[in-house]
Nanobody, 121 residues
Framework: QVHLVESGGGSVQAGESLRLSCAASGRFYYCMGWFRQAPGKEREGVAVFASDGLPTYADSVKGRFTISRDNAKRTMYLQMDTLKPEDTAIYYC?????????????????WGQGTQVTVSS
């Protein structure tokens, strides 16, 4: 059974940091990543581990966010530094056994329940 569980969201001030975690169960995932959805906006990619294993980031978070994973713990992380109010959104962990890209969520088949991140100015 596929199961993704996010944790680590919260409310912070601009410039502060948060670390999100995604605990994964189930079979091997070829690609995993983080997406987010702000109120009134479409869901967008934040960072993914693509099929070649290399991390890719949305331009809006490059240099501020870092995606990582601990295979032994079957957990993926998103370290978010220098947070901005425009980072406020629900953040979702996603996985797929297909190839993927940070540009779109259409290839992702499995999703967590989401965790709220709120950044105030």
């Amino acid at each position: 059974q596929v199961h993704l569980v996010e944790s680590g969201g919260g409310s912070v001030q601009a410039g502060e940091s948060l670390r999100l975690s995604c605990a994964a169960s189930g079979r091997f995932y070829y690609c995993m990543g983080w997406f987010r959805q702000a109120p009134g906006k479409e869901r967008e990619g934040v960072a993914v581990f693509a099929s070649d294993g290399l991390p890719t980031y949305a331009d809006s978070v490059k240099g501020r966010f870092t995606i990582s994973r601990d295979n032994a713990k079957r957990t993926m992380y998103l370290q978010m530094d220098t947070l901005k109010p425009e980072d406020t959104a629900i953040y979702y962990c996603a996985a797929t056994r297909r190839v993927c890209t940070v540009e779109t969520d259409v290839y992702f088949d499995y999703w967590g329940q989401g965790t709220q991140v709120t950044v105030s100015s």
